[in-house]
């Protein structure tokens, strides 16, 4: 027996060792962290039921989530929603009178805060559905709706990722008037 022959079977176990310990460190990059902190800016729009058109809007939000089973790759998601959208038109929108005509008033900028739960889908790039009731507030005013968002996040560099998102919200009663919100944001996502 060569006094070396021990040497390809130490280097085949090495090799294994070195590549086990690779994959387990590949493997630990799929856990997702349980917390997350997304800050999303863009534009969006308001509807009314008691005006004609669209009112253009500049939109943000911050949204604190939490995964509660963050290692699997479909996982539920409970999530604290803080926005709002701010009017940028300036103009006053047409009220339309019962016995015809117009009548002008502003559109209102729109503050929430809403509870949300939903999914999120682990593929190449992370998809989050999100919906739930919010609070909106503003101009003196505030009334109960609903929010629904998109999320689809790049995969992270370390602990932040790219984040496109787009939500709708349809607020019940609002200074008299029933609401529909959508925005479209970019963003961060800090994991």
Same mark, same amino acid.
């Given at each position: 027996?060569?006094?070396?022959?021990?040497?390809?079977?130490?280097?085949?176990?090495? +090799?294994? *060792?070195?590549?086990?310990?690779?994959?387990?460190?590949?493997?630990? %990059?799929?856990?997702?962290?349980?917390? &997350?902190?997304?800050? &999303?800016?863009? $534009?969006?729009? &308001?509807?009314?039921?008691?005006?004609?058109?669209?009112?253009?809007? %500049?939109?943000?939000?911050?949204?604190?989530?939490?995964?509660?089973?963050?290692?699997? $790759?479909?996982?539920?998601?409970?999530? *604290?929603? =803080?926005?709002?959208?701010?009017?940028?038109?300036? =103009?006053?929108?047409?009220? =339309?009178?019962?016995?015809?005509?117009?009548?002008?008033?502003?559109?209102?900028?729109?503050?929430?805060?809403?509870?949300?739960?939903?999914?999120?889908?682990? +593929?190449?790039?992370?998809?989050?559905?999100? %919906?739930?009731?919010?609070?909106?507030?503003?101009?003196?005013?505030?009334? %109960?709706?609903? @929010?629904?968002?998109?999320?689809?996040?790049?995969?992270?560099?370390?602990?932040?990722?790219?984040?496109?998102?787009?939500?709708?919200?349809?607020?019940?009663?609002?200074?008299? @008037?029933?609401?529909?919100?959508?925005?479209?944001?970019?963003?961060?996502?800090?994991?």
């Amino acid at each position: 027996m060569n006094r070396f022959s021990f040497i390809p079977n130490f280097t085949r176990c090495g +090799t294994l *060792v070195v590549l086990l310990a690779g994959s387990a460190d590949l493997l630990s %990059a799929q856990v997702r962290p349980a917390r &997350t902190f997304d800050i &999303t800016a863009g $534009p969006g729009v &308001t509807v009314s039921d008691q005006y004609n058109g669209l009112d253009a809007a %500049a939109a943000g939000e911050l949204t604190f989530a939490r995964r509660i089973h963050p290692a699997s $790759p479909v996982t539920s998601v409970l999530a *604290v929603s =803080v926005g709002g959208q701010v009017q940028l038109s300036g =103009v006053d929108a047409c009220l =339309v009178r019962p016995g015809g005509g117009c009548t002008t008033r502003d559109v209102p900028s729109l503050f929430h805060v809403g509870l949300l739960g939903g999914s999120e889908f682990l +593929t190449w790039l992370p998809v989050r559905v999100l %919906a739930g009731p919010a609070f909106y507030f503003g101009e003196g005013t505030k009334g %109960a709706g609903a @929010q629904v968002q998109l999320d689809v996040a790049t995969p992270a560099l370390g602990r932040v990722a790219l984040l496109l998102s787009g939500r709708g919200s349809y607020v019940a009663r609002f200074d008299g @008037q029933r609401l529909q919100l959508g925005t479209v944001g970019l963003g961060l996502r800090v994991q």
